[in-house]
């Protein structure tokens, strides 16, 4: 397949619906980079070796070097908000960064003013603002359409990738049986229709694919998940991942709970709570966003502690979710964790796990990666959905009916597996006999 690949040449750029914390993080921080004031911390991308070939062969390259991936110096950001603050004005607001170091890439950051936004007050009650565009659904997809083709213009663009990271919308509840999503002819209908179903960041994920540029979304509500965009997606030939990007408390679940199925440890209780103060924590305060990001944060342990498959582990398993807002944290989110576990002949032992995390640094380095690899994936050929980008991913997309793999180790496997097979390596299964009988074949 390594031929395949077309090289990253030129430059790529990273359209961001939500110019918020996470992406004024994200753009802030590759400044910073890529002026030497530091390192990109946190991203497998840039920082993380992958294993080629036989353990013996120490073959260990950086992931970087390993893909053809787009060099930090060639990203170019740009993007969509419903307030008119341009990026410097949002990352000093959102307070994840020190203002000094916000003030060393102070240019680079004011140069990215965000374009009128599309936005729906009925999907994030508890923001109101007033940079965004007026028109129907049709005139909206149409508006975001020709944004992305004058960024591109503008910016002497290569490529370009759409990376959702603006506010959760509300849930949709049980959307299989609507009409609306369940085909591209239905959607295109809506939207000439102006059918109040359709969501703004459907209204992205639609104008992104028609104009054959891949899309991720990190939030946790229905994107380019829904039936009639997963169409789309593969008549363009176009890639797409989501959804919700895994950082904090999910994290450390879905690092934790492997390791307890792992050695056959029962569970029977998992109670999280978490405090957030930042504007992603104001929108979840509100029931139906909140109900988004409770489906994406539920499923992960019901998946990997499978009562089905273990029911004298796991049959009781009970799994509260909690967030609630608190402005004098932050972006400083502090979760609790309650692990009630059992072990031999069912004696009870607990885990309190406390994660003092920073939400937006957590996320920034994810961001990153996914808009790079989502890049590297439409330049291979790989369109449709990239179930291999679920490393990074809550909920992981997955083709219809099929079961997602939460447990972040086979992720990692699967997804360092993917960059083996686009560069026609051999894929590494961790079995090892041949090790073993090279060394019997030598004493007999
Ligand atoms: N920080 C994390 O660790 C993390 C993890 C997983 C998912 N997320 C998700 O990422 C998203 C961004 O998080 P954040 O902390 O940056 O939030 P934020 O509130 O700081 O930023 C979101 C931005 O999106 C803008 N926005 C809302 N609707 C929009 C629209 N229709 N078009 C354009 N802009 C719009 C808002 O005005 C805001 O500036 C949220 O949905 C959050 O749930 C964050």
């Known amino acids: 397949m390594e031929n395949q690949v077309k090289k990253a040449e030129g430059k790529l750029g990273i359209l961001i619906p939500g110019l918020g914390a996470v992406a004024s993080t994200l753009i802030a921080g590759v400044a ?4 030497g004031l530091s390192k990109p911390i946190g991203s497998v991308s840039q920082m993380s070796t992958i294993r080629l070939g036989k353990r013996t062969e120490n073959r260990n390259p950086l992931i970087k070097d390993f893909v053809p991936l787009a060099k930090l110096s060639d990203l170019v950001f740009g993007g969509w908000d419903i307030y008119e603050d341009n990026v410097y004005e949002a990352a000093s607001k959102a307070k994840v960064l020190e203002q000094s170091q916000l003030d060393q890439v102070r240019e680079t950051l004011e140069a990215i003013q965000p374009m009128k936004a599309v936005f729906d007050r009925d999907y994030v009650k508890n923001l109101d603002g007033a940079h965004v565009k007026q028109g129907t659904r049709r005139e909206l997809a149409d508006a975001v359409i020709e944004d992305i083709k004058s960024f591109k213009e503008a910016n002497g663009c290569d490529r370009v990738v759409v990376l959702w990271c603006g506010s959760t919308e509300k849930y949709i509840e049980d959307f299989e049986g609507v009409d609306v999503y369940a085909s591209l002819v239905n959607f295109e209908k809506g ?32 994107a380019c998940d829904i039936p009639a ?34 050695r056959a440890l029962g569970v029977s209780g998992w109670f999280s709570t978490n405090i957030l103060g930042n504007r992603d924590g104001l929108v979840l305060d509100n029931p139906e966003n909140f109900r988004s990001k409770e489906v994406t944060k539920t499923g992960v342990l019901e998946d990997i502690l499978d009562a089905k498959k273990s029911p004298d582990l796991y ?58 690899f989502i890049d590297l994936a439409q330049r291979a050929g790989l369109f449709g959905i990239q179930e291999w980008l679920s490393f990074y991913l809550k909920s992981p997309q997955t083709a219809p009916g099929l079961p997602p793999e939460n447990d972040i180790f086979k992720q990692q496997i699967k997804f360092q597996n993917t960059l083996r097979h686009i560069m026609g390596e051999d894929l590494i299964t961790h079995l090892g006999l041949d090790y073993y009988q090279e060394l019997v074949e030598s004493m007999i």
């Open 229 to 262: 965009l997963v169409e789309l997606a593969i008549m363009a030939q176009v890639a797409i991942a989501g959804k919700d990007f895994k950082t904090g408390q999910t994290l450390m679940k879905t690092i934790v709970a492997p390791g307890l199925q792992a």
């Open 315 to 372: 049959k009781d398993l009970y799994h509260k979710i909690r967030i609630n807002y608190y402005p004098p944290h932050g972006d400083n989110k502090e979760s609790w964790d309650n692990i009630d576990i059992f072990g031999w002949l069912g004696y009870k032992m607990q885990i309190k796990i406390n994660f003092l995390c920073r939400d937006s640094i957590l996320a920034a380095p994810v961001a990153l990666d996914l808009a790079l």
């Open 191 to 222: 939207l000439d229709e102006d059918d109040k179903r359709i969501s703004p960041s459907m209204i992205y994920a639609y104008a992104a694919i028609k104009s054959g540029v891949p899309f991720v979304n990190g939030a946790p509500h229905l």
């Open 32 to 35: 910073a980079i890529n002026k």
